[in-house]
């Protein structure tokens, strides 16, 4: 292990947006998430650039944030180029599998395709796409007692036995 300071958890994850209504419009009115904080700039304070935009912030249950960044150029963001679709997204928790069902059926009476719920053994989630692209599960835990703490003893084994088959090398014990 390291002498890192410890991180206490997500504070808030940015993506850029298309249009900031629209994003407000699904995140607040339909996924249910309040719009807590909006800030407009003409300079990013982290670079100096001199580039306007609008900075909003949907606060989760458990107090961190998704976020969004409007560049007013009416652009939808471009997904990557080399990584499927299905790999990078957002995972939002709920309290139970029926609240997943729930969102579920939400998400449909607006219009809003999702995939059946999904099984991960450990969680049980449902995926579907914002007006940005974004994609992103909503997910209760269902895991059994002991699962976390096991998943834990095997990680590293486990990403050493990937990272051999990944470069063709026998994994060894």
């Known amino acids: 292990m390291t002498d890192a300071p410890p991180l206490k958890g997500l504070y808030h994850f940015?993506?850029?947006?298309?249009?900031?209504?629209?994003?407000?419009?699904?995140?607040?009115?339909?996924?249910?998430?309040?719009?807590?904080n909006c800030m407009m700039s003409e300079k990013?304070?982290?670079?100096?650039?001199?580039?306007?935009?609008?900075?909003?912030?949907?606060?989760?249950?458990?107090g961190?944030?998704?976020?969004?960044?409007?560049?007013?150029g009416d652009e939808?963001?471009?997904?990557?180029?080399?990584?499927?679709?299905?790999v990078q997204h957002f995972a939002i928790e709920t309290?139970?599998?029926?609240?997943?069902e729930a969102m579920r059926q939400r998400l449909a009476d607006h219009g809003i395709k999702t995939t059946p719920l999904v099984d991960h053994e450990f969680v049980r989630s449902i995926y579907f796409f914002d007006p940005n692209g974004l994609r992103l599960e909503v997910a209760a835990?269902?895991?059994?007692?002991?699962?976390?703490?096991?998943?834990a003893s095997e990680a590293h084994g486990v990403l050493k036995a990937w990272n051999a088959r990944k470069h063709g090398a026998p994994a060894a014990g």
């Open 141 to 151: 835990r269902t895991e059994a007692p002991g699962f976390l703490e096991a998943a």
């Open 14 to 36: 940015a993506y850029p947006c298309r249009d900031a209504e629209e994003t407000r419009h699904f995140y607040e009115d339909i996924l249910g998430l309040p719009l807590v």
């Open 64 to 72: 961190s944030y998704i976020a969004f960044f409007d560049l007013g």
């Open 95 to 100: 309290d139970s599998v029926d609240d997943v």
């Open 76 to 86: 939808k963001p471009a997904p990557s180029p080399n990584t499927p679709e299905w």
């Open 44 to 62: 990013v304070p982290s670079t100096g650039e001199e580039q306007p935009y609008v900075h909003f912030f949907f606060q989760l249950g458990d």
